[in-house]
């Protein structure tokens, strides 16, 4: 039986290793794969496969919505009218809130787009007889594996 889980690059990983091995688990029947970190930075524009939660034009809506009705009102006493200036107001609350989105996400959330300081997970892969698969599972979840499963 072979039990996959994975791990958070910490001491909690070579902890739960030795604990295997004292529990009879061969050095063999054990094998840990890290996982790559990210190279390449992320992108900020989202398309039809791939989004990552984020709103650009959010805060353009709430300013388009604001600068039409405050454009509106004051269009009455100007000279080309309520609907124009409506127009008008609600283009530049668009852009203006596209812009202040567009800047925090490149200047301000720079850094959590690259993702500088995290480290990748760790599988561990166990090979083990199935009488010793709930003894290794427990000791796994003891020392905080993300997640575990088991292959027959």
Not at 51 to 63: E, K, V
Not at 104 to 123: P, S, T
Not at 137 to 151: M, N, P, R, T, Y
Request: glycine content about 10%; proline content about 1%.
């Amino acid at each position: 039986m072979q039990l996959f889980s994975t791990f958070e690059t910490t001491g909690f990983l070579e902890m739960a290793i030795s604990t295997l091995e004292k529990k009879g688990i061969k050095k063999e029947s054990i094998f840990a794969v890290p996982l790559d970190n990210r190279q390449e930075e992320r992108k900020i524009f989202d398309n039809l496969h791939r989004s990552d939660g984020t709103s650009l034009i959010d805060i353009g809506m709430a300013l388009a919505t604001a600068f039409a009705v405050i454009g509106a009102s004051i269009g009455f006493k100007l000279a080309w009218g309520p609907i124009y200036w409506g127009l008008i107001g609600a283009f530049g609350g668009f852009v203006l809130g596209f812009a202040i989105r567009l800047f925090m996400e490149l200047v301000i959330k720079k850094k959590k787009r690259v993702l500088k300081g995290q480290h990748a997970e760790v599988i561990l892969i166990v090979d083990c007889e199935e009488s010793k698969a709930e003894l290794v599972e427990d000791i796994l979840w003891s020392h905080f594996a993300l997640g575990i499963a088991k292959v027959k």
